[in-house]
């Protein structure tokens, strides 16, 4: 004869026992302590890391508004090389400004100036440009970029945060004193 067994819902408390809090080995918090070690170093690394690829933007250096010199400073038709700016300060004959960034276009060379052919010549694929920044000869694809110019107070400024790229010279991409 088989007995059906039913539990009651006082049989079943009496047969789900609550579990004794263990305590805790020495092995579990040394592993804890571990863990939150290596999460602290993995944090501070990580923060190292990102304050490591800021850029460090101090006044007149790259990627701020750097001081060329006073406006006298630059005769009409002068091409000025400024080292801080990475650009050549280019005063037209009619008196205006132009700031190159002397990086060639072709391949990211940087382009002296050639005071004797009054061009840029990029000496790695010879592409030449003008005192305007003008593509005289490929292979280059257009024109040298742009650094805004600032004239204030009888001082011309840099401003190398970001460079303007352009397809050809535009009058308006000249500023006068």
Known sequence: MKRNYKPTASNQAD???????RPVSRRDALKT????????????????TLAYMQPRLA???FGGLIAAGAVG?????SVTHITNARAYLS???DGGFLALYQRC???????PWDQSANTFICPCHSSEFG???????????????????????GLVSIDTAA???????DPSQVVYP
């Open 105 to 111: 276009t072709h391949l990211g060379c940087s382009v």
């Open 15 to 21: 047969q789900i026992k609550p579990k004794a809090k």
């Open 73 to 77: 400073e630059f005769p009409p038709g």
């Open 59 to 61: 006044d007149g250096e």
């Open 163 to 169: 460079p303007v790229s352009r397809q050809e010279f």
């Open 91 to 93: 005063r037209l004959a």
């Open 131 to 153: 005192t305007q920044g003008e593509l005289l000869s490929p292979p280059a694809p257009r024109p040298l970029d742009l650094f805004p110019v600032v004239v204030a107070d």
């Open 33 to 48: 302590a571990w863990a939150a070690l290596g999460g602290l170093v993995a944090l501070e690394a990580g923060g190292f």
